[in-house]
T-cell receptor
Framework: KAGVTQTPRYLIKTRGQQVTLSCSPI?????VSWYQQTPGQGLQFLFE???????NKGNFPGRFSGRQFSNSRSEMNVSTLELGDSALYLC??????????????FGPGTRLTVL | QKEVEQDPGPLSVPEGAIVSLNCTYS??????FMWYRQYSRKGPELLMY????GNKEDGRFTAQVDKSSKYISLFIRDSQPSDSATYLC?????????????FGTGTRLTIIP
């Protein structure tokens, strides 16, 4: 089976812009979770989508949003970018039966740099 | 104070040594504990998953959970250069409504041949 894929792998934006990141889960997986990874804060949970609905949410501002399509593919959007949004954004997919307690399979991430 | 504390290292040990990686946590509701390994420029991959106190063994890896002390450990026996990576602990509680995985900041491990 193909693994989790994320596009693009690298992205450079300027402050105030918005960005959309894409994630294709493993075939058959219905849950997609998003994480932000930075050297100072580590890996932080953003949100989880299951069957096109946001099921769990972390403690990030409303500038961070996401959605999931009927084929389980997911997109994450960050509006009004700030310098502190520079990070590796990781997507993980799982079967979805037990929420975030399911085994998560991570993609390689999208490296976002905000100038 | 963070909910999960993990020594960032870096930790360097000679090949063949036993490695001990640790995390402490403050939220007594945490019931499910995981260890992930992350190689450079890759996403994390699950190594061990446990939900009870005690030890769980898988090959050269042993996960240990002590809920009374809010302390978890990962032991690597006969360490190999291929074990060089960042190791992240993660945990979650079973809640009604909003669940999330909380990660430690990771320990960077280098195995010296």
């Amino acid at each position: 089976k193909a693994g989790v894929t994320q596009t693009p792998r690298y992205l450079i934006k300027t402050r105030g812009q918005q960005v959309t990141l894409s994630c294709s889960p493993i075939s058959g997986h219905r849950s997609v979770s998003w994480y932000q990874q930075t050297p100072g804060q580590g890996l932080q949970f953003l949100f989880e989508y299951f069957s096109e609905t946001q099921r769990n949410k972390g403690n990030f501002p409303g500038r961070f949003s996401g959605r999931q399509f009927s084929n389980s593919r997911s997109e994450m959007n960050v509006s009004t970018l700030e310098l502190g949004d520079s990070a590796l954004y990781l997507c993980a997919s799982s079967e979805g039966l037990a929420g975030v307690r399911d085994t998560q399979y991570f993609g390689p991430g999208t490296r976002l740099t905000v100038l | 104070q963070k909910e999960v504390e993990q020594d960032p290292g870096p930790l360097s040990v000679p090949e063949g040594a036993i490695v001990s990686l640790n995390c402490t946590y403050s939220n007594s509701a945490f019931q499910y504990f995981m260890w992930y390994r992350q190689y450079s420029r890759k996403g994390p991959e699950l190594l061990m998953y446990t939900y009870s106190s005690g030890n769980k063994e898988d090959g050269r890896f042993t996960a240990q959970v002590d809920k009374s002390s809010k302390y978890i450990s990962l032991f690597i026996r006969d360490s190999q250069p291929s074990d060089s990576a960042t190791y992240l602990c993660a945990m979650t509680a079973r809640g009604f409504g909003n669940e999330k995985l909380t990660f430690g900041t990771g320990t960077r491990l280098t195995i010296i041949p």
